[in-house]
Protein backbone atom coordinates (compact mmCIF):
# COMPACT_ATOMS: atom_id res chain seq x y z
CA UNK A 1 0.00 0.00 0.00
CA UNK A 2 1.40 3.42 -0.92
CA UNK A 3 0.91 6.81 0.62
CA UNK A 4 -1.83 7.97 -1.92
CA UNK A 5 -4.40 4.97 -1.40
CA UNK A 6 -7.38 5.54 1.10
CA UNK A 7 -8.32 2.58 3.20
CA UNK A 8 -11.85 2.24 4.78
CA UNK A 9 -12.12 -0.50 7.39
CA UNK A 10 -15.32 -1.26 8.78
CA UNK A 11 -14.92 -1.91 12.99
CA UNK A 12 -17.26 -4.11 14.73
CA UNK A 13 -19.42 -2.44 17.33
CA UNK A 14 -22.96 -1.39 17.78
CA UNK A 15 -22.60 1.91 15.51
CA UNK A 16 -20.83 1.26 12.39
CA UNK A 17 -17.23 3.11 12.59
CA UNK A 18 -15.24 3.02 9.79
CA UNK A 19 -11.23 4.27 10.04
CA UNK A 20 -9.48 6.03 7.22
CA UNK A 21 -5.90 5.50 7.02
CA UNK A 22 -3.66 6.89 4.03
CA UNK A 23 -1.38 4.58 2.07
CA UNK A 24 0.07 4.84 -1.81
CA UNK A 25 -1.02 3.34 -4.71
CA UNK A 26 0.04 3.84 -8.24
CA UNK A 27 -2.46 3.09 -9.94
CA UNK A 28 -5.14 5.42 -7.99
CA UNK A 29 -6.47 8.30 -9.87
CA UNK A 30 -7.69 10.76 -6.25
CA UNK A 31 -7.00 13.93 -7.22
CA UNK A 32 -4.38 16.06 -5.38
CA UNK A 33 -7.67 17.83 -3.85
CA UNK A 34 -8.33 14.52 -2.38
CA UNK A 35 -5.06 13.43 -1.03
CA UNK A 36 -4.94 17.16 0.73
CA UNK A 37 -7.67 16.78 2.32
CA UNK A 38 -7.07 13.15 3.79
CA UNK A 39 -3.63 14.14 4.78
CA UNK A 40 -5.62 16.81 7.34
CA UNK A 41 -7.18 14.05 8.66
CA UNK A 42 -3.84 12.66 9.61
CA UNK A 43 -2.35 15.87 10.72
CA UNK A 44 -4.54 17.51 13.22
CA UNK A 45 -7.82 18.07 10.49
CA UNK A 46 -11.18 17.22 11.99
CA UNK A 47 -11.42 13.89 12.05
CA UNK A 48 -14.23 11.74 10.10
CA UNK A 49 -15.96 9.51 12.24
CA UNK A 50 -18.85 7.09 9.95
CA UNK A 51 -21.69 6.97 12.39
CA UNK A 52 -24.28 4.92 10.35
CA UNK A 53 -24.23 3.57 6.38
CA UNK A 54 -25.14 1.15 3.59
CA UNK A 55 -22.55 2.94 1.24
CA UNK A 56 -19.64 1.28 -0.47
CA UNK A 57 -16.47 2.08 0.69
CA UNK A 58 -15.56 4.11 -2.53
CA UNK A 59 -18.77 6.08 -2.08
CA UNK A 60 -18.16 6.81 1.52
CA UNK A 61 -14.56 7.89 0.83
CA UNK A 62 -16.02 9.90 -1.80
CA UNK A 63 -18.30 11.74 0.52
CA UNK A 64 -15.79 12.38 3.46
CA UNK A 65 -13.77 13.88 0.77
CA UNK A 66 -16.26 16.10 -0.49
CA UNK A 67 -17.32 16.80 3.05
CA UNK A 68 -14.03 18.28 4.08
CA UNK A 69 -13.57 20.13 0.58
CA UNK A 70 -17.59 21.44 1.64
CA UNK A 71 -16.03 22.47 5.06
CA UNK A 72 -12.78 24.47 3.35
CA UNK A 73 -14.32 26.32 1.16
CA UNK A 74 -17.40 26.92 3.35
CA UNK A 75 -14.69 28.66 6.13
CA UNK A 76 -13.71 31.08 3.00
CA UNK A 77 -16.70 32.06 1.90
CA UNK A 78 -17.49 33.14 5.66
CA UNK A 79 -14.85 35.02 5.99
CA UNK A 80 -14.60 36.37 2.19
CA UNK A 81 -18.62 37.59 3.16
CA UNK A 82 -17.68 38.86 6.86
CA UNK A 83 -19.82 36.41 8.42
CA UNK A 84 -17.65 35.96 11.68
CA UNK A 85 -20.34 34.17 13.71
CA UNK A 86 -20.23 31.45 10.55
CA UNK A 87 -24.16 31.48 10.56
CA UNK A 88 -24.41 30.00 6.70
CA UNK A 89 -21.36 27.56 7.19
CA UNK A 90 -23.58 24.37 7.33
CA UNK A 91 -26.24 25.33 4.64
CA UNK A 92 -22.75 26.24 2.18
CA UNK A 93 -21.27 22.80 3.52
CA UNK A 94 -24.71 20.94 2.39
CA UNK A 95 -25.28 22.74 -1.18
CA UNK A 96 -21.27 21.74 -1.91
CA UNK A 97 -22.21 18.12 -0.82
CA UNK A 98 -25.15 17.64 -2.62
CA UNK A 99 -23.82 19.11 -5.87
CA UNK A 100 -20.98 16.85 -5.71
CA UNK A 101 -22.91 13.79 -5.34
CA UNK A 102 -25.05 14.84 -7.73
CA UNK A 103 -22.74 14.83 -10.54
CA UNK A 104 -20.50 11.98 -9.47
CA UNK A 105 -23.58 9.70 -8.60
CA UNK A 106 -26.62 10.99 -10.36
CA UNK A 107 -29.05 13.74 -8.96
CA UNK A 108 -31.58 13.50 -6.23
CA UNK A 109 -29.26 13.94 -3.10
CA UNK A 110 -30.07 15.70 -0.24
CA UNK A 111 -27.85 16.69 2.61
CA UNK A 112 -28.11 18.42 6.07
CA UNK A 113 -25.31 19.52 7.77
CA UNK A 114 -25.22 21.29 11.33
CA UNK A 115 -24.69 20.58 14.91
CA UNK A 116 -27.85 19.87 16.43
CA UNK A 117 -30.82 17.88 14.66
CA UNK A 118 -33.34 15.18 14.24
CA UNK A 119 -34.25 13.30 11.28
CA UNK A 120 -35.95 10.44 10.20
CA UNK A 121 -35.36 9.89 5.93
CA UNK A 122 -37.03 7.15 3.65
CA UNK A 123 -34.13 6.84 1.20
CA UNK A 124 -32.62 4.51 -2.04
CA UNK A 125 -30.64 1.07 -0.93
CA UNK A 126 -27.36 1.71 -0.34
CA UNK A 127 -27.13 5.38 -0.59
CA UNK A 128 -27.29 6.29 3.11
CA UNK A 129 -24.28 7.59 5.58
CA UNK A 130 -24.69 9.65 8.61
CA UNK A 131 -21.13 11.12 9.45
CA UNK A 132 -18.80 13.66 11.88
CA UNK A 133 -16.51 15.74 10.43
CA UNK A 134 -15.36 16.74 13.87
CA UNK A 135 -17.83 18.07 15.57
CA UNK A 136 -20.16 18.89 12.39
CA UNK A 137 -22.53 16.14 11.58
CA UNK A 138 -23.30 15.43 7.95
CA UNK A 139 -26.63 13.51 6.70
CA UNK A 140 -26.00 12.00 3.17
CA UNK A 141 -29.24 10.19 1.36
CA UNK A 142 -30.62 9.85 -2.16
CA UNK A 143 -34.36 10.06 -2.48
CA UNK A 144 -36.30 10.65 -5.09
CA UNK A 145 -34.66 9.55 -8.29
CA UNK A 146 -35.63 6.95 -10.67
CA UNK A 147 -32.07 5.24 -10.86
CA UNK A 148 -29.92 5.29 -14.08
CA UNK A 149 -31.35 2.99 -15.61
CA UNK A 150 -35.03 3.09 -14.56
CA UNK A 151 -37.89 3.86 -16.65
CA UNK A 152 -39.63 7.24 -16.27
CA UNK A 153 -43.15 6.73 -15.60
CA UNK A 154 -45.92 7.76 -17.91
CA UNK A 155 -47.36 10.89 -17.65
CA UNK A 156 -51.01 11.22 -19.18
Given at each position: ????????????????????????????????????????????GPEPTVKSTDMKAE?????????????????????????????????????????DMDARYHPQWHCIV???????????????????????????????????????????
Amino acid sequence: MSDDEVQIEETPAEETTFSVSVGNDDDNDDGDDDRRYIEEWTHGGPEPTVKSTDMKAEMVRFSLVSAAKALKEAEALAEKRGDVAGVNIFSDMAEVIKKDMDARYHPQWHCIVGRSFGSWVVHEVKTFCFFFLGTTAVLLFKAGGHGRNAALPKIY
